[in-house]
Structures are given as C-alpha cells and as structure tokens.
C-alpha cells in the first residue's frame, strides 16, 4: 500500500503566473483535502473534495481551485501567483468523507513565489 | 467558534528528559475527534494519534502517551525519556461531526517546536 505522494517536491514562479501541484491518495481514499501551510505556522484549510466534487473551502479566493479524478488523484491550481502565496501545500487523503476519518498526508510541495 | 491553542511555542530540553505539550481546543459540537501530528524537518504531516470526544481514557504508545481531559478541553501528549529523533514540530487539531460547511477539515493549532538536545 502506497501512502500520498505530492509532487512536485519544490517550485519556483514569479507573481503573476499559474501553478498546478498533484497529489495521488493512498490507496482506496475518496476523499482529498488540501492545506497551506506558511512558514512557521499550522496548516490552513483550502478545500476537500470527495467524489470529484468540491466539498467546502476555507478562507481562500477563487484563484485557488482543485479536481479530484475518478482514480481520486488531485490537482491544486493557483492563478494569478502573488508573493504570499510562497507556502508548503499539503494534500492529505482520508478513508472516508467523515469528522471521524484520520487524514493522511503526502510530503507536501513547496512553493516559492518571486 | 472551534479553535485549538497550543500555547507553548517552543520547548527544549535535554535528551531523557519527559516533556509534556499542552493542546486547548474550543468547540460548541458534543461530537468531535482530537488528533495530533508530528512534521519533522522533512515537511510530512506524521499522524501519531487519534481520539474521540466520547473515549476519555488515557493512551499510551511505547515512549508516547495522551491525557485527554473534556472538563479542561485538554489533550496533553507527553514523551517519556526523549530522544534526539523526537525533535520536530508537533500539531495538535480538532475535527468536528457537524460543520456549517458540510467539510471535515481539522482546524490546527499553531504547533510546538520540540527541540531535543544530546
């Protein structure tokens, strides 16, 4: 069984441009959820998805969007970079959609943004 | 409002030494689930435990043990005789059964820095 994997590990773009992250689950997951994570702080909610569809967000524009695929792989899509948009992005996948489930996280891809 | 206070920003101390991180959450929801995490260095969210808000007996795991206490909305972890390898930073967090936006994210606290010193 694999756990979940992020890539890319590390990213550099310049503010203005776009940027795609991908998260693959660990295996049998359906649900996804991705968190920012600044630098010396807790991980912030972005938004889950559970069944290819989105499924709450957090305090986060609409610059950031996602997908979840049938084989419950994720994209996390940011537009329009800006600077403090520099973070670690974390995907965390769960057994099922439920406040009962333990999320489990991928390594995370840090972004830097000039 | 649901909110988790780690209030220790930082601990260090001396390698066999047991070290208590503190964790105060703050929910309306008489139904909820308290974990905590562990990221090393390398940036992973490691999931250490997890437990729910009807089960307040205490757990212990090898050196790793949780007091979890609904009177005081405490969840206290504590590592018995630490080790070098358990410097990281530590995240306690609360997910709640009902939640306005029908999402099961967790809400974190801001983490303590654990360092362990030879």
């Known amino acids: 069984e694999t756990g979940v994997t992020q890539s890319p590990t590390h990213l550099i773009k310049t503010r203005g441009q776009q940027v795609t992250l991908r998260c693959s689950s660990q295996?049998?997951?359906?649900?996804v959820s991705w968190y920012q994570q600044a630098l010396g702080q807790g991980p912030q909610f972005i938004f889950q998805y559970y069944r290819e569809e989105e499924n709450g967000r957090g305090n986060f524009p609409p610059r950031f969007s996602g997908l979840q695929f049938p084989n419950y792989s994720s994209e996390l899509n940011v537009n329009a970079l800006e600077l403090d948009d520099s973070a670690l992005y974390l995907c965390?996948?769960?057994?099922?959609?439920?406040?009962?489930?333990?999320?489990?996280f991928g390594p995370g891809t840090r972004l830097t943004v000039l | 409002a649901q909110k988790v206070t780690q209030a220790q920003t930082e601990i260090s101390v001396v390698e066999k030494e047991d070290v208590t991180l503190d964790c105060v959450y703050e929910?309306?929801?008489?139904?909820?689930?308290l974990f905590w995490y562990k990221q090393p260095p390398s940036g992973e969210l490691v999931f250490l435990i997890r437990r729910n808000s009807f089960d307040e007996q205490n757990e212990i795991s090898g050196r790793y043990s949780w007091n979890f206490q609904k009177s005081t909305s405490s969840f206290n972890f504590t590592i018995t005789a630490s080790q070098v390898v358990d410097s990281a930073v530590y995240f306690c967090a609360l997910s709640e059964a009902s939640s306005g936006d029908s999402n099961y994210q967790l809400i974190w606290g801001a983490g303590t820095k654990l360092i362990i010193k030879p």
């Open positions: 295996s049998g997951h359906n649900t």
């Open positions: 929910t309306r929801d008489t139904t909820y689930y």
């Open positions: 965390a996948s769960s057994l099922l959609y439920s406040h009962t489930d333990t999320q489990y």
